[in-house]
């Protein structure tokens, strides 16, 4: 990653699991990773991305009509 | 016992036939019995009219001979001379011509002058129809002739021992050239045992005829049983048409056939009810009309049961292939998840008894840690670290599609259960 990471929380297990393939088909390196310490979320799942392509990740989410639950940088 | 859906389609498709088909009948035989009724009612209406018309013609006719005849020279002469010999030459050769039963001549007190087939004798003279002839009147009617007056005509073995007899007559007087009266002549037909008559009428109309005397039949077109003529036999509605002078439509039974029959109350010209005309028409004509309708009608309906049949049997086992297909599918897909679910499950004790190993793994790193700083722990520690989290992504992962599987079977145990029920229903078999 050449920025630095930004985790992308969701408001269920489901939707990070969807957010992970319509990431992957955007061409938008993701990781999925267990919900960091600190963070509030009903899901226990979150996606890890390069903080350079949240722009592109936000509008790949937006465009497969995923919700998405909040940014932690 | 379960029937099939295929046989219970084909069978409500059947019965719905058949029920339509049968109400149609039913609705057909009631119409067609009512409107053939009331038609036979008219046509016997018409037909007894039309007899009646024969009757009319009949007197007319003798009428017509009877005062022709009164206005013969020869027969003037032949009474003014008392040539009674002469009288009954005239008087044979007339009724052999035409038919009549008897013709007969009287002088101005009634006393017989000639006789057609007769001795010349007696006298006439309170015989009412010849006190009319010799007032001046031309009677023209039916009449009930005595027996007395029958046996000195010679007809008394024509209308039996004893017995009266019905008659179409005509009177009239007979006058000289001075057109003073002289006497009269009387002429008729006895129609007790003579045929003619109804004969004729049957020809010309059809149905049979009857003339009644009273309530008794002196002459028809009826045949017997044994294939004779139906005569001199009671007829007890003739009895109650004479009694009030009102027709009777209806159902008789004559010679042992029913009839749908009109009995009409026949009189003489002073309004005196003698007895009745009687026709009909053989009920088995009706009947047989009915017979054939409803014939034509059940055949024409088991053609449209074959016919609805024969559409509906490719539908019917077309629809049922195709439930039956797509049952088939669905239980199989239900077999297929259930596998999926099971393989889900045990792949999540897997990832559980991974996650345990790594985090037993990662407790021993720490206590080497603590033990011995080395760069090579520190890297393994931060690998495991990395382990354990994607351990713990995996393990979520597996218990979200644990879950979802879990949900998913238990909507496709639910639709396996209506595809059994929907086979079941199709083929009347139980599903195993």
Known sequence: MSGAEAILVFSSNADAMIATKALKDAGVPAKMIPKPAGVTSPANLCL????????RALSALKDAGIALGGVVK | MRLSLRTRLLGAITGAVVLIFL???????????????????????NEASAFAGYVDARKQQIALLVTQEAASDALRAAMQSHNTEQLDDQLSDVTDSSGLSFLTVVDLNGRVLGRAHAPATGSLATDPIIQRALNGETPSTLVQLTPAFLQGEGLALQAGSGKGGLAVIAATPVSDTQERTIGAIYGGVLLNHSYDLVDEATRAIGGATALIDGNTIVSSSIQAPDGTRFVDA?????????RTNEPYTGAD??????YLAQIAPISDDQGHVLGASWYGIPMAQ???IEAHTTQALVLWGIVAVVIVLALAIPTVQALSKTLVANSRHVREAAKELGVVVV???VSGDHVAATKRVVERSGELLSQVASEQQSEKIGELQRLNSELHGDVTVIETLAQEMSSRMRDAADRVAQLNEVAATLNELVTGEPST
Do not use: F, K, M
Not at chain 1, 48 to 55: L, N, P, V
């Open chain 1, 48 to 55: 890890s991305i390069d903080g350079a392509a949240e722009t």
């Open chain 2, 343 to 345: 393989g889900s499950e």
């Open chain 2, 253 to 258: 039974t004559e010679g042992g056939v029913t």
């Open chain 2, 234 to 242: 009671q007829v007890p509605r003739a009895a109650d048409v004479v």
């Open chain 2, 23 to 45: 109400c149609s009948l039913i609705a057909a035989r009631v119409v067609l019995g009512h409107d053939l009724n009331e038609l036979g009612r008219t046509e016997v209406t």
């Open chain 2, 286 to 288: 009706i009947g047989n």
